[in-house]
């Protein structure tokens, strides 16, 4: 896909206005919490789960004072504070795309109402569990400026699965347990990484234009701004200048 990045399309940033950028910390918050809690450490390096939610929140620009005070609340938690589950979700938007989305919650019952609201309002619809999840897999992505020879032997050599090259770098895929392998060796060698984040990627992807494109975005849009909702994944492929 040289010239088209594949993350872009699958994996938007979210809107950097204030309101938008306030909920989105307030999500990484949460998943930090609920890292340090389900893996009973507030120390990344023996904790998987929390050092994948700390790359997230600084991919997203969350300040690091807000992640060090979080995962200090975390770790000084007692009895009475929230549990958040993962869940996941499924289902369908505009044009047959599949719809993939991570939660976490404290209460099932009102995190699936308010999702299935969304689907009903926006044009898409609520799929049963396993209805769209066989098309994802979960990977790790880093994404590079420099497109060297050099970058792309260090990856392979540390264990990259998969590399595309498009005009914005380097887009390195691996496979979840090999992220940060890959990553520190890059790093090791010099090279700056823009970020490194395990993420859900599609088997294929649908071409999705004109209304549909619209319809779509503003359906994720809407998921996306609910308070359980981590992440939203798509298999759609959009246009450049549909956003």
Same mark, same amino acid.
């Given at each position: 896909? +040289?010239? %088209?990045?594949?993350?872009?399309? /699958?994996?938007? *940033? *979210?809107?950097?206005?204030?309101?938008?950028?306030?909920?989105?910390?307030?999500? %990484?918050?949460? +998943?930090? $919490?609920?890292?340090?809690?389900?893996?009973?450490?507030?120390?990344?390096?023996?904790?998987?789960?929390?050092?994948?939610?700390?790359?997230?929140? *600084?991919?997203?620009?969350?300040?690091?004072?807000?992640?060090?005070?979080? /995962?200090?609340?975390?770790?000084?938690?007692?009895?009475? +504070?929230?549990?958040?589950?993962?869940?996941?979700? &499924?289902?369908?938007?505009?044009?047959?795309?599949?719809?993939?989305?991570?939660?976490?919650?404290?209460?099932?019952?009102?995190?699936?109402?308010? /999702?299935?609201?969304?689907?009903?309002?926006?044009?898409?619809?609520?799929?049963?569990?396993?209805?769209?999840?066989?098309?994802?897999? *979960?990977?790790?992505?880093? =994404?590079?400026?420099?497109?060297? &020879?050099?970058?792309? &032997?260090?990856?392979?050599?540390?264990?990259?699965?998969?590399?595309?090259?498009?005009?914005?770098?380097?887009?390195?895929?691996?496979?979840?347990?090999? =992220?940060?392998?890959?990553?520190?060796?890059?790093? +090791?060698?010099?090279?700056?990484?823009?970020?490194? $984040?395990?993420?859900?990627?599609?088997?294929?992807?649908?071409?999705?234009?004109?209304?549909?494109?619209?319809?779509?975005?503003?359906?994720?849009?809407?998921? &996306?701004? =609910?308070?359980?909702? $981590?992440?939203?994944?798509?298999?759609?492929? =959009?246009?450049?200048?549909?956003?």
């Amino acid at each position: 896909m +040289a010239g %088209h990045s594949k993350w872009a399309q /699958i994996k938007r *940033k *979210k809107g950097a206005n204030d309101k938008k950028r306030s909920a989105m910390y307030s999500k %990484h918050i949460r +998943a930090i $919490q609920a890292a340090v809690r389900s893996g009973g450490s507030g120390d990344p390096a023996g904790n998987l789960s929390l050092k994948n939610a700390i790359a997230a929140a *600084k991919a997203d620009t969350v300040p690091a004072d807000n992640i060090d005070n979080a /995962i200090k609340r975390a770790v000084g938690a007692g009895e009475g +504070a929230a549990d958040f589950k993962e869940q996941t979700y &499924e289902g369908y938007g505009p044009a047959g795309t599949a719809i993939f989305i991570e939660a976490l919650t404290d209460n099932v019952n009102r995190t699936v109402a308010d /999702i299935r609201s969304v689907f009903n309002k926006r044009g898409g619809s609520m799929g049963n569990s396993g209805s769209v999840a066989w098309q994802f897999e *979960k990977k790790g992505v880093i =994404l590079l400026t420099d497109t060297s &020879e050099k970058a792309q &032997e260090v990856a392979i050599e540390n264990g990259a699965e998969d590399i595309n090259e498009s005009e914005d770098g380097l887009e390195i895929s691996t496979a979840p347990n090999d =992220l940060y392998a890959v990553q520190d060796a890059l790093q +090791a060698a010099g090279f700056s990484v823009e970020s490194g $984040q395990i993420t859900m990627i599609p088997s294929s992807t649908v071409a999705v234009a004109g209304d549909d494109a619209k319809k779509l975005l503003t359906l994720v849009e809407y998921l &996306e701004e =609910l308070d359980d909702v $981590q992440n939203v994944y798509t298999n759609a492929d =959009l246009p450049d200048d549909v956003e």
